[in-house]
């Protein structure tokens, strides 16, 4: 069983200031949510392990090869990052409880059918887990292809760039055969991370749901998600938000156990009504066009409770308190 990583989340309150605003003669404010982000300790299954706790971890990533972006510039370095920030580890450089390092090559192999096309591929990875006192651990990623003898005309690519899905399958993917490295060492974690963070949650949410190897609803799912709602970055917690609303739409039987979830929702609802008056001077109503993050938060709210109610923090703060 590959082994997963300790990790024991750091709770960081974001302040919020009481925010009183007359809005067409309804004054509201910002409440004052009393959560903290919770801790969700991750373990390595490996022998040496078994007491390491890791708050924080020195990253190198050094990748070669023609790589296409993800998303908005996103490379592997920024891509791993993402991933170990929402489980609210925190990536430093220096003094640091533990190191990991990445080196990923990935290649696209031509050939000439009459048109010269990238068909063909030669992908590697290694990724090693260091702390002092500990045994290190590595784990390694290996697929080649050679082009094959005939190709449909329609199917020849001519770019040699690596597509973003092929390298973040390298470091993430789920294949029984060729399991990415980050997944060999953090298992759900890992996947968790993923859907996250992920763009595309239509797939990720259910992919976790379906391919967790214990419960997706286990205590350190809940915890992990949470945390992330507590992130200092506005479209993490609106990612998360997304991540939860897809999951609970998947497990819709279970939805009594993801309430814990919902105070922490509304922290960080009542997070954007600041952030929304400190940016823009005034905060949305949550009618209308409501903007991006704060419609993220609402939907999961609705999805796990079944209420509805306008996308307001102290409105859904106070159904919770009536609970």
């Known amino acids: ?33 009393g959560v903290t982000a919770p801790r969700a300790p991750l373990t390595v299954e490996a022998d040496g392990w078994s007491d390491v706790d890791v708050a924080s971890v020195c990253l190198i990533v050094d990748a070669a090869g023609d790589l296409e972006p993800a998303r908005t510039g996103v490379l592997p370095y920024e891509y791993v990052v993402a991933l170990i920030e929402a489980l609210s580890v925190d990536v430093v450089a220096g003094d640091c409880d533990a190191e990991l390092t990445i080196d990923l090559r990935a290649e696209l192999i031509g050939a000439s059918y009459g048109p010269f096309c990238y068909e063909g591929h030669d992908l590697t990875a290694t990724a090693r887990l260091t702390a002092a006192g500990t045994p290190d651990l590595t784990v390694s990623f290996e697929l080649y292809r050679d082009p094959p003898d005939t190709i449909l005309e329609t199917a020849c690519t001519r770019d040699p760039q690596v597509p973003s899905a092929m390298w973040q399958g390298i470091l993430t993917g789920d294949d029984e055969d060729h399991p990415g490295v980050l997944v ?15 763009d595309m949650h239509e797939l990720g949410s259910r992919d976790f749901a379906g391919t967790a190897e214990g419960d997706p609803l286990a205590p350190w799912v809940l915890d992990t ?99």
Request: net charge negative; charged share 25%.
């Open 1 to 33: 069983m590959p082994p997963r990583l300790r990790i024991v989340l750091t709770s960081t309150a974001i302040g919020l200031v009481t925010v009183l605003l007359a809005g067409c003669g309804n004054p509201r404010t910002t409440p004052d949510v």
């Open 184 to 198: 060999q060492l953090l298992g759900d974690r890992a996947r968790l991370a993923r859907d996250i963070t992920s």
């Open 225 to 323: 998600m949470a945390a992330a709602l507590h992130a200092q970055e506005r479209a993490l917690r609106a990612s998360t938000a997304d991540a939860i609303d897809r999951l609970a739409g998947d497990l819709w039987r279970r939805n009594d156990e993801f309430l814990p979830l919902v105070p922490h929702l509304i922290w960080a609802l009542a997070a954007e009504d600041a952030a929304e008056v400190e940016t823009l001077g005034e905060m949305d109503d949550g009618k209308g066009d409501i903007p991006y993050i704060r419609a993220r938060l609402g939907m999961a709210l609705e999805e796990i409770t079944n209420e509805e109610i306008p996308y307001r923090a102290d409105l859904w703060w106070e159904w919770w308190q009536d609970q």
